[in-house]
Nanobody
Framework: VQLQASGGGLVQAGGSLRLSCAASGRTFAMGWFRQAPGKEREFVATINWSGGSTTYTDSVKGRFTISRDNAKNTVYLQMNSLKPEDTAVYYC?????????????????WGQGTLVTVSS
């Protein structure tokens, strides 16, 4: 399975972006991670195979929404009320499990990353 992430860009603080991640085949659980300059990759959000269960890291709760369209093999990350500290390369990931959590090792496939820059 290959993953293609898109939708990153430059936005002012308080603005919004929607990231997309298209998979070349059927996937089960999918997630988003991010890596800021000089920092380790961190978990952002995950969604189970049906879309009925989602989990977020505390810093994005209430601002980000993960969703999926299984007919299109695509997962989305709607990011609202963006802050400068959200600046990072965002990676989508897919798992062969019906549900995966916040540990990067639970995911089997990774996209190439898309850069999100939030200016103050």
């Amino acid at each position: 399975v290959q993953l293609q992430a898109s939708g990153g860009g430059l936005v002012q603080a308080g603005g919004s972006l929607r990231l997309s991640c298209a998979a070349s085949g059927r996937t089960f659980a999918m997630g988003w991670f991010r890596q800021a300059p000089g920092k380790e990759r961190e978990f952002v959000a995950t969604i189970n195979w049906s879309g009925g269960s989602t989990t977020y890291t505390d810093s994005v709760k209430g601002r980000f929404t993960i969703s999926r369209d299984n007919a299109k093999n695509t997962v989305y990350l709607q990011m609202n009320s963006l802050k400068p500290e959200d600046t990072a390369v965002y990676y989508c990931a897919a798992s062969r499990a019906y549900y995966s959590g916040s540990y990067y090792g639970e995911y089997d496939y990774w996209g190439q990353g898309t850069l999100v820059t939030v200016s103050s």
